[in-house]
């Protein structure tokens, strides 16, 4: 069944529900002294199309509403006009562009999105100065679209959100999602077949939200993705407005940026594509935390063509090597698989010895398990779990001599630590090497009881296999 409605306004009582309910708090509230007065950014909004659509349609606003933005009964006056259109049939595409164009002549800044948005070309051939296009669901897109269009105002009076969102995190830190989906096809991963092809947000939205972080007391942004090195592709690295300049949304101006914003900044889920050497001269120099998170999965070029994995390994010990030359203090953390289908004694051995040459300071390692769906399952012989058991514990006992190895280095230094527990006696910190979660601790003595969130100056005494031990000398 299909239904038209031609806009929320006139249509659907639900819709008309959700239109009226904000004129109750409507737009400029006059309050007491000392309370700003101010005017909440509108949005005008036309739904076509079939329930799906409405159901669309009525997410979004649902969102818009939370984040304090009115809705308009007029085009004419609103910050902007969102149209959620209809690709169905070449007469509900007519009448798609056609509410379009109207938006158009009667506000001026116009964000399409629902199916018409997956034929991006057919409504920028009529109309290349709306704002953004977005495909249907892809309800982020839309926010951060009118995020940059129109920014919506706290009110700490009125919100139930704080600015910076709900955070699951400590209050010192937080994860800072680039991107989401995945256009690689790694053979044992439903990632892309669950969350789709990479939609990456604008690098001023990023931006926005670390700055908001940062703000709300934030120490260090935890940049995450399924593939960070990918970023900005799918937007063709479009530039957006942040602050006074425009800033691309590549991995770089986006690190370099994020660099500016007085907090720890660290990379996970990078891929050793060739630009992101580009990006170990800011580690170098302070900028970003001088830590990659790189996902290698394996050694072997055998299994790592049937994993089907994204970007050449041949190059990739000489690569880490000049890393390295540029950046010292560099820590290199990974996650592998053993027991892929088809892995031989030989694949893994392999993988043991680049180890070895690698030396890679942290390291995750998972027994292959064939996930539903996954493509891998039958590429070759499954290797039977008693070997992939052992192959696991012979890999966790070969990386942790190097682990060791490479911790052992620190003893003596000094390192800045950032203190995530405290005890009676003893904080829990990390280094600028250890990402929390997933790496091992600082164990911090001190003469004065220390806080969580601060940071202090350790100076290390002491390494065990995972953990480094030692005393707060500054603060
Ligand atoms: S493993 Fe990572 S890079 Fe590969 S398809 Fe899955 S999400 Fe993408």
Same mark, same amino acid.
């Given at each position: 069944?299909?239904?038209?409605?031609?806009?929320?306004?006139?249509?659907?009582?639900?819709?008309?529900?959700?239109?009226?309910?904000?004129?109750?708090?409507?737009?400029?509230?006059?309050?007491?002294?000392?309370?700003?007065?101010?005017?909440?950014?509108?949005?005008?909004?036309?739904?076509?199309?079939?329930?799906?659509?409405?159901?669309?349609?009525?997410?979004?606003?649902?969102?818009?509403?939370?984040?304090?933005?009115?809705?308009?009964?007029?085009?004419?006056?609103?910050?902007?006009?969102?149209?959620?259109?209809?690709?169905?049939?070449?007469?509900?595409?007519?009448?798609?562009?056609?509410?379009?164009?109207?938006?158009?002549?009667?506000?001026?800044?116009?964000?399409?999105?629902?199916?018409?948005?997956?034929?991006?070309?057919?409504?920028?051939?009529?109309?290349?100065?709306?704002?953004?296009?977005?495909?249907?669901?892809?309800?982020?897109?839309?926010?951060?679209?009118?995020?940059?269009?129109?920014? +919506?105002?706290? #009110?700490?009076?009125?919100?139930?959100?704080? =600015? &910076?969102?709900? /955070?699951?995190?400590? $209050?010192?830190? !937080?994860?800072?999602?680039?991107?989401?989906?995945?256009?690689?096809?790694?053979?044992?991963?439903?990632?892309?077949?669950?969350?789709?092809?990479?939609?990456?947000?604008?690098?001023?939205?990023?931006?926005?939200?670390?700055?908001?972080?940062?703000?709300?007391?934030?120490?260090?942004?935890?940049?995450?993705?399924?593939?960070?090195?990918?970023?900005?592709?799918?937007?063709?690295?479009?530039?957006?407005?942040?602050?006074?300049?425009?800033?691309?949304?590549?991995?770089?101006?986006?690190?370099?940026?994020?660099?500016?914003?007085?907090?720890?900044?660290?990379?996970?889920?990078?891929?050793?594509?060739?630009?992101?050497?580009?990006?170990?001269?800011?580690?170098?120099?302070?900028?970003?935390? +001088?830590?990659? #998170?790189?996902?290698?999965?394996?050694?072997? =070029? &055998?299994?790592? /063509?049937?994993?089907? $994995?994204?970007? !050449?390994?041949?190059?990739?010990?000489?690569?880490?090597?000049?890393?390295?030359?540029?950046?010292?203090?560099?820590?290199?953390?990974?996650?592998?698989?053993?027991?892929?289908?088809?892995?031989?004694?030989?694949?893994?051995?392999?993988?043991?010895?680049?180890?070895?040459?690698?030396?890679?300071?942290?390291?995750?390692?998972?027994?292959?398990?064939?996930?539903?769906?996954?493509?891998?399952?039958?590429?070759?012989?499954?290797?039977?779990?008693?070997?992939?058991?052992?192959?696991?514990?012979?890999?966790?006992?070969?990386?942790?001599?190097?682990?060791?190895?490479?911790?052992?280095?620190?003893?003596?230094?000094?390192?800045?630590?950032?203190?995530?527990?405290?005890?009676?006696?003893?904080?829990?910190?990390?280094?600028?090497?250890?990402?929390?979660?997933?790496?091992?601790?600082?164990?911090?003595?001190?003469?004065?009881?220390?806080?969580?969130?601060?940071?202090?100056?350790?100076?290390?005494?002491?390494?065990?296999?995972?953990?480094?031990?030692?005393?707060?000398?500054?603060?």
């Amino acid at each position: 069944m299909r239904f038209n409605v031609p806009t929320l306004r006139a249509a659907h009582p639900a819709a008309r529900a959700l239109i009226s309910t904000p004129f109750a708090y409507s737009s400029s509230a006059v309050r007491t002294k000392n309370i700003t007065t101010s005017a909440a950014p509108s949005v005008s909004f036309v739904s076509l199309g079939c329930p799906k659509a409405l159901v669309d349609s009525e997410r979004i606003i649902t969102r818009l509403r939370a984040e304090g933005y009115a809705l308009s009964r007029e085009h004419k006056g609103a910050d902007l006009v969102i149209v959620n259109t209809c690709g169905f049939l070449d007469s509900a595409q007519a009448e798609s562009l056609e509410a379009i164009g109207e938006a158009l002549a009667l506000n001026g800044k116009v964000i399409v999105t629902g199916c018409m948005g997956a034929e991006p070309e057919k409504i920028t051939a009529k109309y290349p100065n709306v704002l953004a296009i977005t495909g249907p669901q892809q309800y982020e897109s839309v926010l951060d679209a009118v995020h940059r269009a129109a920014p +919506p105002q706290h #009110d700490p009076f009125l919100d139930l959100v704080p =600015p &910076e969102g709900i /955070k699951l995190t400590p $209050r010192h830190y !937080a994860y800072l999602k680039i991107s989401e989906g995945c256009n690689n096809r790694c053979t044992f991963c439903i990632i892309p077949k669950l969350r789709g092809d990479l939609v990456s947000r604008h690098a001023s939205d990023v931006l926005r939200e670390a700055e908001r972080l940062v703000t709300a007391g934030v120490k260090e942004l935890l940049v995450i993705s399924q593939d960070t090195s990918a970023y900005g592709v799918d937007i063709k690295y479009a530039a957006s407005l942040w602050k006074d300049r425009l800033v691309r949304a590549t991995f770089l101006d986006l690190a370099r940026e994020l660099g500016t914003l007085g907090a720890w900044v660290r990379l996970h889920y990078v891929y050793p594509y060739p630009h992101v050497d580009d990006v170990i001269p800011l580690m170098a120099d302070g900028v970003v935390l +001088p830590y990659l #998170d790189i996902p290698f999965q394996h050694a072997s =070029p &055998e299994v790592l /063509k049937r994993m089907k $994995r994204p970007a !050449a390994q041949a190059k990739t010990l000489a690569r880490i090597a000049r890393w390295r030359e540029i950046c010292p203090d560099l820590t290199l953390r990974s996650t592998f698989i053993v027991g892929f289908p088809g892995e031989t004694e030989k694949d893994f051995q392999m993988l043991l010895d680049w180890l070895d040459e690698a030396a890679l300071d942290r390291v995750g390692c998972f027994r292959y398990e064939p996930v539903a769906g996954a493509t891998s399952n039958d590429l070759a012989t499954p290797v039977p779990k008693e070997v992939t058991e052992q192959r696991w514990h012979r890999f966790m006992a070969h990386q942790q001599a190097i682990s060791k190895k490479r911790l052992k280095r620190k003893v003596g230094t000094r390192q800045q630590i950032i203190i995530d527990e405290v005890g009676p006696t003893v904080a829990k910190g990390r280094s600028k090497g250890d990402a929390p979660e997933i790496d091992g601790a600082v164990y911090v003595k001190s003469k004065r009881p220390l806080r969580v969130g601060e940071f202090a100056t350790v100076k290390i005494e002491r390494a065990d296999e995972y953990d480094l031990h030692g005393t707060a000398v500054g603060f």
